[in-house]
């Protein structure tokens, strides 16, 4: 819970926009993907016609480190029991989606993209008639792989600065009108797609200090320190005793014979 607590306390440093992305993107509701959600509150039994209440609990994922490179529309790892055979215990099993590698083409970024994918990506970009219409029309909670979040941010960022496809103005604008209610402020695709360390590093180089220097928000702890040592050698001078006065050697210490020549 103190994590959470924490992570909150430093999303409020940020701006809005990324407040409202990342708490989507972590937290949002996702759409069902490997259960079939009931309507309504309640539901009869029609053999024994007891009640029970409807549980549209969503069935609990695993998300392997592979799973941030590719597009696997909403499916992950499910893990759960298998029951192999009748007069035996339940084992524990793992459901894997089958993954296929594809090439798509995105319109916007004029690029052909070889990306592991499912079929059930495959069927959701043909609905959307394209990639770029699937990503930007899906929310990040359901895209939820790096390499979705991205290739929307760079789509939102083309959009916004308008300067893809320079070579074909004509194109350009009839992207522009096909993706008009996608375009969003320039600020505010800068700031989407971003991971909670990389947007703690851009709130970083926003609030740096112009002036070069020592750091404005020193801790206290280190100017204090500083002081202390100044003032313990300003003391330290002044209680040191006086060196002793220096005597002139008489003339009858060089006549003395035992005395050690460095000249010979």
């Known amino acids: 819970m103190s994590g959470f607590k924490t992570r909150i306390t430093i999303l409020n440093r940020l701006p809005d926009c990324y407040q409202k992305f990342f708490r989507e993107w972590k937290y949002g509701p996702q759409a069902p993907v490997h259960y079939i959600p009931e309507e309504g509150k309640w539901k009869r039994n029609p053999e024994t016609g007891e009640v029970k209440i409807i549980q549209n609990k969503p069935i609990p994922l695993t998300y392997p480190k592979e799973f941030d490179d590719g597009l696997w529309g909403g499916e992950a790892l499910v893990r759960g029991f298998q029951k192999r055979k009748q007069l035996q215990r339940r ?96 600020e505010e695709a800068e700031w989407y797609g971003l991971t909670l360390a990389e947007a703690l590093e851009k709130l970083g180089k926003v609030e740096q200090p112009k002036v070069q220097g020592p750091a404005i928000n020193q801790p206290l702890k280190i100017k204090f320190r500083e002081e202390f040592i100044q003032q313990l050698k300003a003391e330290q001078e002044e209680n040191q005793p006086p060196p002793p006065p220096s005597s002139k050697p008489s003339w009858a210490s060089s006549l003395n014979p035992f005395k050690f020549n460095k000249s010979v």
């Open 91 to 186: 084992v524990p099993h793992f459901w894997f989606p089958s993954l296929i590698k594809s090439v798509l083409h995105s319109e916007i970024l004029d690029k052909r993209m070889e990306i592991t994918v499912t079929h059930r990506t495959l069927r959701l970009v043909d609905q959307h008639y394209g990639l770029d219409s699937y990503i930007l029309e899906t929310p990040p909670q359901d895209l939820k792989s790096n390499l979705g979040i991205k290739l929307k941010r760079s789509l939102l960022l083309a959009l916004a600065k308008q300067d893809f496809l320079p070579n074909n103005p004509a194109k350009r604008e009839e992207l522009l009108q096909k993706y008009q209610k996608h375009i969003i402020p320039l």
